[in-house]
């Protein structure tokens, strides 16, 4: 895992374990794609992985005093292509 990932900290960042995305944003980690975690040292290494992150984001979460209840998802909008 790249030790630069720190969940929740800006709009850019995306990791990879393995065919799984985690995408950072400021107010949600989305993950997309799929993980196999067989049961070997390959496994293992992706578990650990996947450990790490998910520990990060839980301690970013358990020590912000201003989590709020719940966040307010945004519908998606479509804007003006600025390449046409």
């Given at each position: 895992?790249?030790?630069?990932?720190?969940?929740?900290?800006?709009?850019?960042?995306?990791?990879?374990?393995?065919?799984?995305?985690?995408?950072?944003?400021?107010?949600r980690?989305?993950?997309?794609?799929?993980?196999?975690?067989?049961?070997?040292?390959?496994?293992?290494a992706?578990?650990?992985?996947?450990?790490?992150?998910?520990?990060?984001?839980?301690?970013?979460?358990?020590t912000?005093?201003?989590?709020?209840?719940?966040?307010?998802?945004?519908?998606?909008?479509?804007?003006?292509?600025?390449?046409?």
């Amino acid at each position: 895992m790249s030790t630069d990932f720190q969940p929740y900290a800006n709009e850019t960042d995306v990791i990879r374990i393995d065919h799984l995305d985690i995408e950072n944003r400021l107010d949600r980690l989305t993950l997309n794609g799929d993980l196999v975690l067989t049961r070997d040292r390959t496994g293992l290494a992706l578990a650990l992985e996947l450990q790490a992150v998910l520990a990060q984001a839980i301690h970013t979460l358990q020590t912000d005093p201003h989590l709020p209840e719940t966040v307010a998802i945004q519908p998606a909008r479509t804007v003006r292509n600025p390449f046409l």
